[in-house]
């Protein structure tokens, strides 16, 4: 079966750092994504891993590994505008049936930034 | 400007009625989805679609039909037989030539049953 777990609320201030993480199991991993979503919004694609390290973006970052099943993303120099839900996606290419897999969500992870 | 687009962002139903909610995109994706959001969840898929004239049942296809008729649009019908139909709509389409193929999603369509 395929589960997904990550926190469901975080808190952290302006300009600190906060790491978000997620737990999977799957049949058939085929990479994982990481999407912001604000509230009553579409997600918007953040990053993606497929390989195990580290990619990062700018103020984002995020890190696969995948003999554990483990990723976290990464958020520096937070943002009052970084308030949003996070939301941790698996493709697993026995979901589907497509070449590629569909997508798995968690069920995100709400940041609030406070001043 | 490439993009996905939804029709309504909001709309009402009364019980027992059917509705579809729009979807179109012009960003040549072969593949489209439609994923429904309540509280608390995480996006949970409808149906998709790989190529025109062909769609899958997602795990929630129970209660909504769907058609792809042209490779741009993907128009979801939420039938009466759903029990529980007040949520948040999103559709999402992506390449599948190559690459990361991330999923671009439109903006949503909020449904309410009155």
């Known amino acids: 079966g395929q589960n997904i777990d990550q926190p469901t609320e975080m808190t952290a201030t302006e300009g600190a750092i906060v790491q978000i993480n997620c737990t999977y199991q799957?049949?058939?991993?085929?990479?994982l994504f990481w999407y912001q979503q604000h509230a009553g919004e579409a997600p918007t694609f953040l990053s993606y891993n497929v390989l195990d390290g580290l990619e990062e973006k700018g103020r984002f970052s995020s890190f696969l590994s995948r003999s554990k099943g483990y990723s976290y993303l990464l958020l520096k120099e937070l943002q009052m505008k970084d308030s949003a839900s996070y939301l941790c996606a698996v493709r697993d290419r026995r979901y589907s049936g497509g070449s590629q897999g569909n997508l798995i969500f968690g069920k995100g992870t709400k940041l609030s930034v406070k001043p | 400007d490439g993009g996905i687009t939804q029709s309504p962002k909001y709309l009402f139903r009364k019980e027992g009625q059917n509705v579809t909610l729009s979807c179109e995109q012009n960003l040549n994706h072969d593949a489209m989805y439609w994923y429904r959001q309540d509280p608390g969840q995480g996006l949970r898929l409808i149906y998709y679609s790989q190529i025109v004239n062909d769609f899958q049942k997602g795990d929630i296809a129970e209660g909504y039909s769907v058609s792809r008729e042209k490779k741009e649009s993907f128009p979801l019908t939420v039938t009466s037989a759903q029990k529980n139909p007040t949520a948040f709509y999103l559709c999402?389409?992506?390449?599948?030539?190559?690459?990361?193929?991330?999923?671009?999603f439109g903006p949503g369509t909020r449904l309410t049953v009155l």
């Open positions: 999402a389409s992506t390449s599948t030539s190559g690459g990361y193929n991330e999923q671009f």
């Open positions: 799957t049949s058939g991993f085929n990479g």
